[in-house]
């Protein structure tokens, strides 16, 4: 079973960066495709980012196309999460996990609080 910690998040004003880690325990992180989720108050989970598994390949939900890049490196088994141009309806709980497309698999971390004041 793979264990996820969510790291990184905070309060930044709108326009501003923060970087997000996602450090996984267990041997098969370095197999799986890594996405990143997130959930504002009141609202579902939604997918933000994946990236396969040799860090070649990435998608974006269009809501943070251009503003947001993920990354890994599967030798600190952690996947990161590189926000820019933040605006106040990025303000969410920000998770990582194991996808297939981009239906999470596993169980989730606590997650990681970001807050973007306008």
């Known amino acids: 079973q793979v264990q996820l910690v969510e790291s990184g998040g905070g309060l930044v004003q709108a326009g501003g960066s923060l970087r997000l880690s996602c450090a996984a325990s267990g041997r098969t992180f370095s197999m799986a495709t890594m996405g990143w989720f997130r959930q504002a108050p009141g609202k579902e989970r939604e997918f933000v980012a994946r990236?396969?598994?040799?860090?070649?390949?990435?998608s974006y939900a269009d809501s943070v196309k251009g503003r947001f890049t993920i990354s890994r490196d599967n030798a600190k088994n952690t996947v990161y999460l590189q926000m820019s141009s933040l605006t106040p309806e990025d303000t969410a709980v920000y998770y990582c996990?194991?996808?297939?497309?981009?239906?999470?698999?596993?169980?989730w971390g606590q997650g990681t609080q970001v807050t973007v004041s306008s």
């Open positions: 996990n194991a996808v297939i497309g981009t239906i999470p698999q596993g169980s």
């Open positions: 990236i396969n598994r040799s860090g070649t390949i990435t």
